[in-house]
């Protein structure tokens, strides 16, 4: 516990050049431990979608220092060629709608992924099936995601996030499209998988009531990132 | 292995065979128009091989009757009898005839020939039912696709004529049905005049008409140990007459008449191609925007490109191939209702299976190119 998950250090994202310049991120720094689930608020338009997309290596920063796990991913510019690679390695990614692709059962949206790292069909439909009994969706491992509700939907992609035994998951507003009593069972198990699974998870969100659940808060104000503590840092069993 | 496209085709197996059969139908159509000119080949060489002669004597300076009007005396045939290296000879004369029709008149090619002469160009393997020509008069063979049976009666000119014989597979040059009869007939068809033109004639001085005795083509068989080339160079020295060799008829037949036609065929067919292929792409590109979502996803998640870029490629395979079989079976359903003859060989087939694949890893190239610039970050709602 307490080993680095994300370490972002003076992260700047800067849009446009000349007159249109635009300053979205200016010199973030934070970092958030394994284990610890993250919450990431700011009104809209404020960059929490561009701060996410640059941790996750969709986005390049134009300056600034990004580690995940121990691994630094960028100084300046990318330290490796395959951003792809580290994304398929290291993150598991959940969005507002589960994005499940609509051609594939259940059980072959989890196993996807790690098939594609090299996993054996077998070993890989072992570990999706223990994800999807942890998240307590296996009966539903043949269905397609059309066949589900949104609440069952989310938790396939939260299985399918996992699939890949990431380091980290950044997940945006995953409770979005859900109402409370669902949305509070999602950011239960997210906080269950971040202590039990030992991942450090960012979750943009905009409901405040969700705050409560996670360890940190990290708000994006001024383009600046002011880190909080949480009043309530319960560890769900 | 999760292998992209059989997941994708089979949760839309439906939609996709349905794409498939309509793409099937245009490979179809380009399947039935080659067949058309491999038709119009084969029917071009019919009455050409089943007459079987060496040499076509025709009139001078023309190409013969298959392409232009060609008038000779029919007593050449017994001139070049006496010639050194000439087996058999005989006088042939082709028209074109209506018959009578149950609704509209039928058109045909009538061959005149000798009926007691020793070329016969009613190929015996055609004969279905009846029998070959025996009298000079007042009999004829048809083609079944008249719908004439044999002992059935029909006028031509003044005279009522009983058919003896049917035949099978039977057409001109210009895909019109043949029908056989003896060369008097024949001739008294194409050159005899009405009793009240006769009187006119008459009064005019004409006593006789001289035509009666013409002929459209002389044909001839060589004797073996006899060049064909030096007996039809003879025969055009003394006699002033052309002279085409077999090969340089089914020349004048294939190039001359069946040139413009092919290159028509063949202008049409490129077109079909072409309009297939940017159909393939079409549905290609647009079954690939419908996935532009799951496919930017599946970027973000880490998916490499070439096992995207394998999906779309596999999918515009399986729609190539499956097209394909859908037009081989589309095509041979409706060959036989075509009025022509449609002649489907397996090579074009194969020679079509090449084009469609070629078309189908280049109509690829629309998806592939929309996987590459698809954006990851399109994923991520803002």
Not at chain 1, 36 to 57: D, R
Not at chain 1, 132 to 150: D, F, H, R, T, V
Not at chain 2, 41 to 48: P, Q, T, Y
């Amino acid at each position: 516990m307490d080993t680095q998950g994300i370490r972002v250090e003076n992260l700047v994202k800067k849009f446009g050049q000349g007159e249109s310049l635009v300053n979205v991120i200016d010199g973030a720094s934070f970092v958030v431990n394994k284990g610890e689930l993250v919450a990431l608020i700011a009104p809209s338009g404020a960059g929490k979608t561009t701060l996410l997309m640059m941790i996750g290596c969709v986005l390049e920063p134009t300056s600034g220092k990004i580690w995940l796990g121990e691994e630094a991913v960028y100084n300046d510019r990318w330290l490796g060629s395959d951003t792809r690679r580290i994304r398929r390695e290291k993150i598991g990614f959940i969005f507002q709608s589960h994005y499940l692709i609509p051609f594939m059962n259940v059980i072959d949206n989890v196993t996807l992924l790690p098939q594609t790292n090299g996993l054996t069909k077998d070993k890989a439909h072992a570990k999706a099936m223990e994800l999807l009994e942890y998240l307590e969706i296996a009966e539903k491992a043949k269905s397609m995601p059309s066949q589900l509700s949104g609440g069952q939907n989310q938790r396939v992609a939260i299985a399918r996030a996992l699939a890949n035994e990431p380091e980290i998951i950044l997940a945006d507003e995953p409770t979005a499209a859900l109402d409370v009593e669902r949305s509070v069972s999602v950011v239960k198990m997210l906080k269950k998988i971040a202590q039990e699974q030992n991942v450090a998870i960012i979750m943009v969100t905009h409901d405040e009531r969700m705050l409560v659940y996670c360890d940190k808060i990290l708000k994006i104000e001024n383009k600046k990132i002011i880190i909080s503590e949480t009043q309530n840092n319960e560890h769900i069993v | 292995m999760i292998n992209l496209a059989q997941k994708d085709i089979t949760h839309t197996l439906g939609k996709f065979l349905v794409t498939a059969m309509g793409v099937g139908m245009l490979l179809g159509i380009v399947l039935i128009m080659i067949g058309v000119y491999r038709g119009m080949m084969v029917d071009a060489e019919i009455l050409l091989n089943d007459i079987n002669a060496d040499l076509w004597i025709v009139q001078e300076d023309t190409l013969g009757p298959f392409a232009e009007a060609s008038r000779v005396h029919e007593d050449l045939k017994d001139t070049l009898r006496a010639f050194e290296g000439i087996d058999k000879s005989e006088a042939l004369t082709f028209q074109n005839l209506q018959l009578p029709g149950e609704t509209k008149p039928i058109r045909v090619t009538a061959v005149g020939f000798d009926v007691f002469g020793k070329i016969n160009p009613i190929n015996p393997e055609r004969l279905t039912a009846g029998k070959p020509l025996t009298k000079e008069h007042y009999q004829i063979v048809v083609s079944e696709e008249t719908g004439y049976k044999v002992d059935d009666t029909l006028k031509l000119g003044r005279d009522i004529y009983r058919v003896v014989g049917v035949t099978r597979d039977t057409v001109s040059s210009g895909g019109d049905l043949l029908v056989y009869l003896s060369l008097k007939d024949a001739q008294n068809l194409q050159f005899l005049y009405s009793n009240a033109r006769i009187r006119s004639d008459r009064a005019r001085g004409i006593l006789e008409n001289k035509e009666m005795k013409m002929a459209n083509a002389i044909v001839a068989t060589v004797k073996p140990g006899y060049v064909i080339d030096n007996v039809a160079n003879k025969i055009k020295k003394w006699k002033h007459e052309s002279v085409y060799t077999r090969t340089e008829q089914k020349a004048i037949l294939t190039k001359n008449l069946i040139e413009r036609s092919s290159k028509q065929i063949g202008l049409f067919t490129a077109i079909l191609v072409v309009v297939s292929t940017i159909i393939i792409a079409l549905i290609i590109y647009t079954m690939t925007l419908e996935k532009m979502k799951e496919i930017s996803i599946m970027k973000l998640i880490g998916i490499p490109n070439s096992m995207i870029i394998k999906m779309i490629v596999q999918e515009t395979l399986i729609l190539g191939v499956l097209a394909f079989i859908f037009g081989n079976i589309f095509s041979h359903l409706i060959s036989d209702n075509f009025p022509k003859r449609i002649v489907l060989e397996i090579p074009d087939a194969w020679m079509l299976f090449g084009v469609v694949i070629v078309a189908s890893i280049l109509s690829s190239f629309v998806g592939v190119a929309k996987v590459i610039h698809a954006d990851p970050a399109a994923a991520i709602g803002g």
